[in-house]
């Protein structure tokens, strides 16, 4: 009896540690390992298309950003918490694993059909809540909850499933959970990286969901196979030590534990938003710079996982471990604020190794920045999960339940940072000091879990946490100049002639102003993340105010104009010189349009105090989608396509919905640029452009130097009233305003006329559309390296394909007579500004003699056009002073 009994017990507790060691074959062990990397990497793949498909519903602010990723980690903390605990009832983990798989594809390949409908849900929830911002954001995140819940919750799933198909024994439990967690981030980390750098360029979002689903059942596929040979794994773990005293901090059920690990959650996402924040100001606003650093993060966490698993199972004082891994990762932000200082000298240098620029140089360079500052916070945070797996193991043989514990905990602090960081710190503290506040986070949880064990003594205790805090902060006070994570951005210390005059973070974005000198004379810079959005120089008052001017000019009786983007106020400025009725403004940051109202005065005239203008503080093309109303004029004046997000300003199915909410008539301006654009690029946003607005005209500022032009276009008629233009022009209180962007008659206005219909149509030619589905753009001109090169490829092709406006124009006199003094005007302006575009592209060169020679020849042919003759003799007057290489600015 006591025999039998003997080997039942051997029985059952050689099955488990077989199932782990003997039992389960090389490829039972090797091959879910492998299957789970490519599990991570569709999880991301999945979260990175999904992030940019609800974005062009719900906008691109912060608010919705931050809703979506809530909703996507609380699919995974309730998939872990509740697949946790039907884990170890399962006795074929395996197989459920490769279910859950396919289940996960055969979801996901839906989910670009159903973000579709819910958008006439969110329309109506928008036009019926007076958007208040409470319903609204509930709103959004149970529309995005009700489609991302059950692909999330399954994802939540496979970790614990895995978890327990492996590991049996304790004395294992640090190598196999770290290997698996480690492996699983690793493919995130490549999903994230493959699929903004290559699969959307290449397959498009519903092409890289597609391959997402095929991954997923081939994982599914490769599941069930293996797994026909898998034994049936039963029991809790075995070989967990009997003698280890619980420590004050855990409470009956772990709790406590658990807890702890929601905090680490919070730090851990609040550290994410707070890079994200600063190294856009370093990189750049574009997507890839977005991809390399969540790959980066990834990655860190995927090692600092895998070197903890190799050596915790070696390890007795797991409490102490995990509590100088807090501490570490609170004192290294002293280190980290340093390395941000000295971070665009590194890069610089960098850069002179790697030798000539070129695109992948450029994302080299980048990468090896971002590791410098990511690498060991990451590596430090990537550790703590299996170390409080195995901790908890001591107190929780069920290792399904164990992960899902801690794994839901964490993830739902994971929600609560980035809510937190976002929301509250940055907008209230700033971001330096935000960080500083989770640095302290930290140190307070490494000295909980550091104290707990030993020093009983309530002064003992007081005395070390004090000493800890004591010399963080004395630490932060001798080496972190405040604010200086931000200031230390090359945007702000590029060159001597740059001075921040403020800067202010809010929950949406970094936005400052610069006081520049240079060529162009002293001016005010507005940025946004490091980018110029506006400004007082000449060249960018003047297409603030002809983005105004030109569009409600060219239609016969505009009452009701949408401005997308703010800027200055310089634009909203000269349509308040028309006689409109209302003028609705869609601006995304706040701190934009307090920055209009506290530094661009001279620019706006308080035009936000005019009581026909309405400011939303929202995404632009959102409030176009959701709007009610329809308008005379859309004054499309974002910034450039190439920066993360900006794109979808810039697709066909952004521009059918301007022409949707256009009344007859209707007439939309684009503002394009013509530097970091390919060629290729710009036919391609020309094209787009024409395929929803066939009257299509382009127009060039001439009278400066410039890399901008405006493109606009008519739902009726593609000809140019010049008696109706002439009328305009009479009747409106214009001329004043006009007179400061150095137009003076019409004839000024028509000679920046550069193409009509049919040559827009000839130079863009054939070719694919930019679509919401193929956001080509943010892609294909992030690696246009070069802006002065760029700006002189499109400026040639620009000046090649100009032809008189006089095609296109209609009624331009009575008599003969008259309309022959017109056509003698036009042949005069057209004339002289060919030499002036000529000079314009001389300057470009740097051949400033070949410059002056073109300029000089304006005066003779049109003595009534020596406005950009004065310009250039003036400009050429100040580099020659100062010794300025202006391709340089």
């Given at each position: 009896?006591?025999?039998?009994?003997?080997?039942?017990?051997?029985?059952?507790?050689?099955?488990?540690?077989?199932?782990?060691?003997?039992?389960?074959?090389?490829?039972?062990?090797?091959?879910?390992?492998?299957?789970?990397?490519?599990?991570?990497?569709?999880?991301?793949?999945?979260?990175?298309?999904?992030?940019?498909?609800?974005?062009?519903?719900?906008?691109?602010?912060?608010?919705?950003?931050?809703?979506?990723?809530?909703?996507?980690?609380?699919?995974?903390?309730?998939?872990?918490?509740?697949?946790?605990?039907?884990?170890?009832?399962?006795?074929?983990?395996?197989?459920?694993?490769?279910?859950?798989?396919?289940?996960?594809?055969?979801?996901?390949?839906?989910?670009?059909?159903?973000?579709?409908?819910?958008?006439?849900?969110?329309?109506?929830?928008?036009?019926?809540?007076?958007?208040?911002?409470?319903?609204?954001?509930?709103?959004?995140?149970?529309?995005?909850?009700?489609?991302?819940?059950?692909?999330?919750?399954?994802?939540?799933?496979?970790?614990?499933?895995?978890?327990?198909?492996?590991?049996?024994?304790?004395?294992?439990?640090?190598?196999?959970?770290?290997?698996?967690?480690?492996?699983?981030?690793?493919?995130?980390?490549?999903?994230?990286?493959?699929?903004?750098?290559?699969?959307i360029l290449a397959l498009g979002l519903k092409g890289t969901v597609l391959l997402g689903c095929i991954l997923n059942l081939a994982i599914m596929l490769a599941v069930l196979i293996v797994g026909r040979a898998s034994p049936a794994i039963k029991g809790k773990l075995v070989d967990v030590p009997r003698t280890v005293s619980k420590p004050l901090w855990l409470s009956q059920k772990g709790g406590g534990l658990v807890f702890l690990f929601f905090l680490i959650g919070i730090t851990s996402l609040a550290y994410e938003v707070f890079w994200t924040r600063i190294?856009?100001?370093?990189?750049?606003?574009?997507?890839?710079?977005?991809?390399?650093?969540?790959?980066?993060?990834?990655?860190?966490?995927?090692?600092?996982?895998?070197?903890?698993?190799?050596?915790?199972?070696?390890?007795?004082?797991?409490?102490?471990?995990?509590?100088?891994?807090?501490?570490?990762?609170?004192?290294?932000?002293?280190?980290?604020?340093?390395?941000?200082?000295?971070?665009?000298?590194?890069?610089?240098?960098?850069?002179?190794?790697?030798?000539?620029?070129?695109?992948?140089?450029?994302?080299?360079?980048?990468?090896?920045?971002?590791?410098?500052?990511?690498?060991?916070?990451?590596?430090?945070?990537?550790?703590?999960?299996?170390?409080?797996?195995?901790?908890?193991?001591?107190?929780?043989?069920?290792?399904?339940?164990?992960?899902?514990?801690?794994?839901?905990?964490?993830?739902?602090?994971?929600?609560?940072?980035?809510?937190?960081?976002?929301?509250?710190?940055?907008?209230?503290?700033?971001?330096?000091?935000?960080?500083?506040?989770?640095?302290?986070?930290?140190?307070?949880?490494?000295?909980?879990?550091?104290?707990?064990?030993?020093?009983?003594?309530?002064?003992?205790?007081?005395?070390?946490?004090?000493?800890?805090?004591?010399?963080?902060?004395?630490?932060?006070?001798?080496?972190?100049?405040?604010?200086?994570?931000?200031?230390?951005?090359?945007?702000?210390?590029?060159?001597?002639?740059?001075?921040?005059?403020?800067?202010?973070?809010?929950?949406?974005?970094?936005?400052?102003?610069?006081?520049?000198?240079?060529?162009?004379?002293?001016?005010?810079?507005?940025?946004?993340?490091?980018?110029?959005?506006?400004?007082?120089?000449?060249?960018?008052?003047?297409?603030?105010?002809?983005?105004?001017?030109?569009?409600?000019?060219?239609?016969?009786?505009?009452?009701?104009?949408?401005?997308?983007?703010?800027?200055?106020?310089?634009?909203?400025?000269?349509?308040?010189?028309?006689?409109?009725?209302?003028?609705?403004?869609?601006?995304?940051?706040?701190?934009?349009?307090?920055?209009?109202?506290?530094?661009?005065?001279?620019?706006?005239?308080?035009?936000?105090?005019?009581?026909?203008?309405?400011?939303?503080?929202?995404?632009?093309?959102?409030?176009?989608?959701?709007?009610?109303?329809?308008?005379?004029?859309?004054?499309?004046?974002?910034?450039?396509?190439?920066?993360?997000?900006?794109?979808?300003?810039?697709?066909?199915?952004?521009?059918?919905?301007?022409?949707?909410?256009?009344?007859?008539?209707?007439?939309?301006?684009?503002?394009?640029?013509?530097?970091?654009?390919?060629?290729?690029?710009?036919?391609?946003?020309?094209?787009?452009?024409?395929?929803?607005?066939?009257?299509?005209?382009?127009?060039?500022?001439?009278?400066?130097?410039?890399?901008?032009?405006?493109?606009?276009?008519?739902?009726?008629?593609?000809?140019?009233?010049?008696?109706?233009?002439?009328?305009?022009?009479?009747?409106?209180?214009?001329?004043?305003?006009?007179?400061?962007?150095?137009?003076?008659?019409?004839?000024?206005?028509?000679?920046?006329?550069?193409?009509?219909?049919?040559?827009?149509?000839?130079?863009?030619?054939?070719?694919?559309?930019?679509?919401?589905?193929?956001?080509?753009?943010?892609?294909?001109?992030?690696?246009?390296?070069?802006?002065?090169?760029?700006?002189?490829?499109?400026?040639?092709?620009?000046?090649?394909?100009?032809?008189?406006?006089?095609?296109?124009?209609?009624?331009?006199?009575?008599?003969?007579?008259?309309?022959?003094?017109?056509?003698?005007?036009?042949?005069?302006?057209?004339?002289?500004?060919?030499?002036?575009l000529r000079g314009q592209l001389h300057f470009l060169e740097g051949r400033y003699r070949e410059m002056a020679s073109e300029l000089e020849k304006i005066p003779e042919i049109n003595p009534d056009d020596l406005e950009p003759w004065e310009y250039f003799r003036l400009l050429k007057y100040k580099l020659d002073i100062t010794g300025t290489n202006a391709n340089q600015q």
């Amino acid at each position: 009896m006591e025999i039998a009994k003997m080997k039942g017990d051997m029985k059952i507790k050689g099955g488990a540690v077989a199932a782990e060691a003997g039992q389960l074959s090389g490829s039972a062990r090797v091959v879910p390992m492998l299957l789970f990397f490519l599990s991570g990497f569709t999880a991301l793949l999945y979260q990175v298309i999904w992030l940019k498909m609800l974005t062009l519903t719900f906008g691109n602010t912060v608010y919705a950003v931050s809703t979506l990723l809530g909703s996507f980690m609380a699919g995974l903390a309730l998939g872990c918490y509740w697949f946790g605990r039907i884990t170890d009832r399962a006795n074929f983990p395996l197989r459920l694993y490769g279910y859950l798989e396919g289940l996960i594809g055969a979801v996901a390949v839906l989910t670009p059909m159903l973000f579709k409908w819910i958008e006439p849900v969110y329309i109506g929830i928008y036009q019926s809540s007076n958007q208040n911002p409470y319903l609204f954001g509930l709103s959004r995140f149970v529309l995005s909850l009700a489609i991302l819940i059950v692909p999330t919750t399954l994802m939540g799933g496979t970790l614990p499933l895995l978890a327990r198909h492996l590991t049996a024994s304790y004395g294992h439990l640090g190598l196999r959970i770290g290997g698996l967690y480690a492996i699983n981030t690793l493919g995130a980390a490549a999903g994230t990286f493959v699929t903004g750098f290559y699969l959307i360029l290449a397959l498009g979002l519903k092409g890289t969901v597609l391959l997402g689903c095929i991954l997923n059942l081939a994982i599914m596929l490769a599941v069930l196979i293996v797994g026909r040979a898998s034994p049936a794994i039963k029991g809790k773990l075995v070989d967990v030590p009997r003698t280890v005293s619980k420590p004050l901090w855990l409470s009956q059920k772990g709790g406590g534990l658990v807890f702890l690990f929601f905090l680490i959650g919070i730090t851990s996402l609040a550290y994410e938003v707070f890079w994200t924040r600063i190294l856009v100001l370093y990189l750049g606003s574009s997507v890839y710079a977005y991809s390399l650093m969540l790959s980066i993060f990834l990655l860190g966490l995927t090692l600092g996982s895998f070197l903890v698993g190799v050596v915790i199972d070696n390890v007795k004082r797991l409490n102490t471990l995990l509590a100088f891994l807090e501490l570490a990762i609170g004192f290294y932000l002293i280190l980290q604020i340093v390395q941000f200082s000295r971070l665009p000298e590194l890069m610089g240098r960098l850069g002179v190794i790697f030798g000539r620029p070129s695109y992948w140089k450029s994302v080299a360079v980048s990468s090896l920045g971002v590791v410098n500052i990511l690498l060991v916070p990451t590596l430090l945070m990537g550790a703590a999960f299996p170390l409080g797996v195995k901790i908890y193991a001591r107190w929780n043989r069920w290792v399904g339940k164990n992960i899902g514990n801690l794994y839901s905990a964490n993830t739902v602090g994971c929600i609560g940072g980035s809510l937190l960081a976002g929301f509250l710190l940055i907008p209230w503290l700033g971001i330096q000091r935000g960080m500083v506040v989770i640095a302290l986070a930290n140190l307070g949880i490494g000295i909980y879990l550091l104290l707990a064990e030993g020093w009983r003594r309530i002064w003992q205790r007081a005395l070390v946490g004090a000493a800890i805090l004591g010399l963080f902060l004395t630490g932060y006070h001798f080496f972190c100049p405040p604010n200086s994570v931000v200031l230390s951005a090359g945007v702000f210390t590029t060159g001597s002639n740059k001075m921040v005059v403020s800067f202010r973070e809010d929950a949406t974005a970094t936005v400052s102003v610069e006081k520049i000198h240079d060529f162009r004379g002293d001016w005010l810079s507005m940025s946004v993340n490091g980018v110029n959005v506006a400004g007082t120089s000449p060249d960018l008052l003047t297409i603030q105010k002809m983005q105004g001017h030109l569009p409600l000019l060219l239609h016969r009786n505009p009452k009701r104009v949408l401005h997308i983007g703010l800027g200055s106020g310089g634009t909203a400025w000269s349509v308040s010189t028309h006689a409109v009725e209302e003028i609705h403004i869609a601006e995304i940051s706040p701190a934009v349009a307090e920055a209009a109202g506290a530094y661009f005065q001279g620019v706006n005239h308080g035009i936000l105090h005019d009581g026909r203008v309405e400011l939303t503080i929202c995404d632009g093309r959102n409030f176009l989608l959701a709007a009610e109303d329809k308008y005379d004029i859309i004054l499309s004046d974002s910034i450039h396509p190439r920066y993360a997000g900006n794109g979808s300003l810039y697709t066909r199915d952004y521009y059918l919905m301007c022409r949707k909410k256009l009344n007859p008539e209707g007439v939309v301006s684009q503002w394009l640029p013509l530097y970091s654009l390919s060629e290729e690029n710009f036919k391609m946003l020309l094209r787009t452009f024409q395929s929803v607005f066939p009257h299509t005209t382009v127009w060039y500022i001439n009278s400066t130097i410039n890399p901008f032009t405006i493109v606009i276009g008519r739902t009726e008629g593609g000809k140019i009233d010049f008696e109706a233009l002439q009328k305009g022009w009479d009747e409106r209180g214009l001329r004043l305003d006009l007179q400061k962007a150095g137009v003076d008659e019409v004839f000024h206005l028509l000679d920046y006329f550069v193409m009509g219909e049919e040559e827009v149509r000839r130079y863009a030619g054939e070719g694919p559309l930019h679509t919401d589905d193929y956001p080509a753009i943010e892609y294909l001109a992030s690696k246009v390296i070069s802006r002065e090169a760029s700006w002189h490829w499109n400026f040639t092709a620009l000046i090649k394909q100009r032809v008189p406006v006089l095609p296109y124009l209609i009624n331009f006199g009575k008599s003969d007579l008259e309309r022959e003094e017109v056509l003698s005007t036009l042949e005069k302006f057209y004339q002289a500004t060919t030499h002036n575009l000529r000079g314009q592209l001389h300057f470009l060169e740097g051949r400033y003699r070949e410059m002056a020679s073109e300029l000089e020849k304006i005066p003779e042919i049109n003595p009534d056009d020596l406005e950009p003759w004065e310009y250039f003799r003036l400009l050429k007057y100040k580099l020659d002073i100062t010794g300025t290489n202006a391709n340089q600015q």
